[in-house]
């Protein structure tokens, strides 16, 4: 079976493409949103849709906490936002979680074959002259989904940036999350710091609270935890070399999935724990993981680039990075 629906999703105009394996729909308009990750197999929807949010037509630069609906959304040039950030001689304002959310995508290209089906979206950036493509591929036999990026500067200016994918994951308690077996450092946030009552910046994947060894952060913990924090990894080249494949996992008994790629075009992984510990509006705090294969090892562009850690498309540049999605 390999199937492109065309159909809505609360009013919104979707595409669906699935095989017996893997369904994904995404809904171009409101930013490329990809609102639906399930397995065929067993009827699990990965991607965590907060139905009291919605979907919702933002205008450039609304206020994301309002239409912060859960899935899977991609952020560009920045996560947090940027007042009059300085690119050559202009200052731009890039918007909370990026410019690309609340931006209508186009639909380029939708190629169906035989053997696999290709989704290829496009948006045109505000105000930094750039063009960010992003194609879904499903073969028709495959676990998984490619998903790949293409960058391009059509400025005469260098552009700086970072880019993390956001998607936000349906979890329940004591779901496993793997990453390899390598000591992969991460950097702390106030909410860990806070939450485990410490002051250490940096520690080695997984961590386990000195005080109550039940809390280990490769396990989802319980409803009632309140935990919120958002951390990156170090820059994952220095544990890997130019062949390797990083690969990151989350498990519910027999079933999994997870992400795929190499950590010399995706440099960093973020990781945002929100365990009923954050809300952003005021609606009840989400029980969520995002899992976030990016570029940089900071929400704030300015501070990336501070770290020297950010991302630079020199002009007229091109760039391109690929993410395989997988199921079990």
């Known amino acids: 079976m390999l199937e492109c629906i065309e159909h809505t999703v609360q009013g919104f105009n979707a595409i669906t493409i699935r095989n017996a394996y893997l369904s994904c729909t995404v809904v171009p308009e409101l930013g490329g949103k990809i609102t639906s990750l399930k397995a065929m197999q067993t009827q699990r929807e990965w991607l965590a849709l907060d139905e009291q949010v919605g979907l919702n037509k933002a205008n450039y630069a609304d206020d994301f906490t309002r239409f912060d609906s859960g899935g899977w959304d991609e952020c560009f040039p920045s996560i947090a936002p940027e007042v009059d950030f300085p690119i050559a001689k202009r200052k731009v304002n890039i918007p909370d979680h990026g410019q690309l959310w609340c931006l209508p995508w186009q639909v380029v290209e939708l190629k169906t074959s035989k053997s696999a089906i290709i989704v290829v979206l496009q948006c045109e950036g505000v105000g930094l002259g750039y063009r960010f493509t992003r ?75 000195p005080q109550n060894h039940h809390l280990n952060l490769s396990h989802v913990m319980p409803y009632y935890s309140g935990f919120a924090s958002k951390m990156y990894s170090d820059r994952l080249s220095t544990y890997f070399t130019e062949t390797d494949s990083f690969e990151v996992e989350l498990s519910c008994g027999d079933e999994y999935c997870g992400f795929r790629f190499s950590p010399h075009q995706v440099s960093h992984l973020g990781l945002w724990f929100n365990y009923h510990g954050w809300s952003g509006n005021d609606l009840p705090a989400p029980f969520v993981l995002g899992i976030e294969p990016c570029i940089g090892n900071s929400d704030s562009l300015r501070q990336s680039i501070e770290n020297k850690e950010a991302a630079i498309l020199v002009a007229h540049e091109q760039r391109s990075w690929q993410v395989e999605f997988f199921i079990s």
């Not at 700086?160 to 950097?187: K, Q």
């Open 135 to 209: 194609s879904l591929k499903l073969g028709k036999s495959a676990k998984g989904l490619i998903v790949n990026y293409q960058l391009v500067n059509h400025s005469d200016e260098p552009i700086p940036y970072i880019w993390s994918m956001h998607p936000i994951f349906a979890v329940t308690p004591n779901m496993h999350i793997t990453l390899p077996t390598r000591a992969i450092e991460f950097a702390t946030d106030t909410g860990f710091k806070t939450f485990f009552n410490t002051q250490v910046k940096h520690f080695s994947w997984p961590y386990q609270s």
